[in-house]
């Protein structure tokens, strides 16, 4: 089965692997050293990381 990452946040990279921390359970990790939220199986590591939060700049309204 293959599996599809969003890019990396931070360097558009798409080299991520799943890895288990043991007790916290799985997340995905991108080789410049950002992870992704933790859960409860490999799976669900993935869909965090691919349904991450992107910021985005608001522009300020000044003077009314």
Excluded at 31 to 55: K, L, M, T
Aim: hydrophobic share 35%.
């Amino acid at each position: 089965m293959t599996v599809k990452f969003v890019p990396c946040p931070f360097n558009g990279c798409t080299s991520q692997r799943v890895k288990s921390s043991g007790r916290w359970g799985w997340f995905v990790s991108c080789a410049c050293g950002a992870v992704g939220p933790s859960a409860d199986s490999r799976e669900g590591a993935i869909e965090a990381w691919n349904r991450r939060f992107e910021p985005r700049q608001m522009s300020l309204e000044v003077g009314v």
